[in-house]
């Protein structure tokens, strides 16, 4: 079943001779429960990729589809409240809200749904993140692989309909970087999360089911 579907997607910025063409007619389609690896150098675009497809910007032109929506059709509005509940964002360097706890953060998705935390749900994946003993700790004291942890606990919250990882592995020493690969492809398999992960290291992306690769705005491999 396909989750996720793009169609032609452009984005430039500028106009004649300082335009920047980002993204250039990109095409790709993504199956439920998947594990995707984007993987390009810097400035091939595919940052850029991921914000759209996570409708935190728009595109020039061309067409995202999430579980049948296209959300570009969706007005501002109403695209911020599907990102919220069908887009689970994780970015390099943490993002969590310094005066929450971890349960707080990892909850604060649900919260801004107005939507009542399952105290059962919000265990269990405390559980499966590791975190069962830090639930109560603020960011400041947890490790980077602890804040990325319940980054992505905050991500899988609302069970959307795909994760988006940037860098996630970015900010981190090995030993962390390898958990939370571990932890993704985890909540791939036993919860059959479907996963986009942007990375420029090879070695990490070769723990996806699948590798995209990016030049100068394009899929070329």
Sequence with gaps: MEILKVENLTKEYGKDESQVVALDNVSFSVGKGEFIAIVGASGSGKSTLLHIIG????PTSGKVFIDG??????NDDELARFRRRQVGL???FYNLIPILNVAENISLPLSLDNRKVDENEL???LELLGLENRKEHLPNELSGGQQQRTSIGRALITNPAIILADEPTGNLDTKASEEIVSLLKKSNKEL???IIMITHNMEIAKSADRIIKI???KIVE
């Design 55 to 58: 409708g935190v910007d728009r």
């Design 69 to 74: 929506k296209d959300i570009f059709s969706l």
């Design 90 to 92: 994780i970015y390099q």
């Design 123 to 125: 265990n269990k994946m």
């Design 192 to 194: 059959n999360q479907t």
């Design 215 to 217: 030049a100068d705005g």
